[in-house]
């Protein structure tokens, strides 16, 4: 059987985007939460002008995935790890996974300002 490196690695390249896409509101927020402060906690925005372009790619890399995750088992050859029921399930569970928590880091800069 072939590995499956192909969908673990764009699923992970797209939780990844959208961790760096909340990372300019997330990091201040976690560092206050973990009892650091002070005024260089304000300067921890530079990736905000970047955030956009962070989300494309988080949006793109889950819709590359969602094509190679949710393909008809028809078109993948026999002995490959995708025609395996099992390992076809799981990997959708992780993908609704991955999505929610992608969705929870893209509008949590938005719910932000309710908890300073």
Same mark, same amino acid.
């Given at each position: 059987?072939? =590995?499956?490196? @192909?969908?673990?690695? &764009? $699923?992970? #390249?797209? @939780?990844? /985007?959208?961790? !760096?896409?909340?990372?300019?509101?997330?990091?201040? !927020?976690?560092?206050? $939460? $973990?009892?650091?402060? @002070?005024?260089?906690? @304000?300067?921890? %925005? &530079?990736?905000?002008? *970047?955030?956009?372009?962070?989300? /494309?790619?988080? &949006?793109?890399?889950?819709?590359?995935?969602?094509?190679?995750?949710?393909r008809p088992a #028809?078109?993948?050859r026999p002995g490959?790890?995708? /025609?395996?029921?099992? +390992?076809?399930? %799981?990997?959708? +569970? +992780?993908?609704?996974?991955?999505? =929610? !928590?992608? !969705?929870? #880091?893209?509008?949590?800069? *938005?719910?932000?300002?309710?908890?300073?």
């Open positions: 059987m072939s =590995a499956p490196t @192909g969908n673990k690695g &764009v $699923l992970a #390249a797209g @939780g990844l /985007a959208a961790i !760096l896409a909340s990372s300019c509101c997330l990091g201040p !927020l976690v560092l206050v $939460l $973990l009892g650091f402060s @002070g005024a260089w906690i @304000g300067d921890l %925005t &530079v990736l905000e002008p *970047y955030r956009p372009l962070f989300i /494309a790619v988080a &949006v793109v890399l889950l819709l590359v995935a969602y094509r190679r995750i949710f #028809a078109a993948c490959e790890v995708c /025609a395996v029921a099992k +390992v076809r399930a %799981t990997y959708k +569970v +992780v993908f609704w996974v991955v999505v =929610a !928590l992608v !969705l929870v #880091a893209l509008v949590f800069p *938005y719910v932000l300002p309710l908890f300073y």
